[in-house]
């Protein structure tokens, strides 16, 4: 079985950083892509950034130039460095991690907890 468990969430003036992790535990052979959405009520959940096996990296647009992912493989852990935050930033954070269980699977998608990132004065 595959756990994935986020932290790092919390309560921020604009302008101010957080940096969220997501750590992976569990049965994994390897892990492929990492990523972060997010989503508010209502609304559908946003694709923020990704990095692959290689530490390729890609960002929605609107996080371009404030925002860092990064990952650790040896802790099969992926982080997102959230700088100059804006109040639209404000939604639940997702981590998504393609991992393989064994070296015979196709990577599967899992899924973190999420956590709460509130930007406000």
């Known amino acids: 079985q595959v756990q994935l468990v986020e932290s790092g969430g919390g309560l921020v003036q604009p302008g101010g950083s957080l940096r969220l992790s997501c750590a992976a535990s569990?049965?994994?052979?390897?892990?492929?892509?990492m990523g972060w959405y997010r989503q508010n009520p209502g609304k559908q959940r946003e694709w923020v950034a990704r990095?692959?096996?290689?530490?390729?990296?890609q960002y929605t647009d609107s996080v371009k130039g404030r925002f860092t992912i990064s990952r650790d493989n040896a802790k099969n852990t992926v982080y997102l460095e959230m700088n100059s935050l804006k109040p639209e930033d404000t939604a639940v954070y997702y981590c998504n991690q393609g991992i393989r269980r064994t070296m015979d699977e196709y990577p599967r998608n899992y899924w973190g907890q999420g956590t709460q990132v509130t930007v406000s004065s």
């Open positions: 990095i692959t096996s290689s530490g390729s990296t």
């Open positions: 569990g049965s994994i052979f390897s892990i492929n892509f």
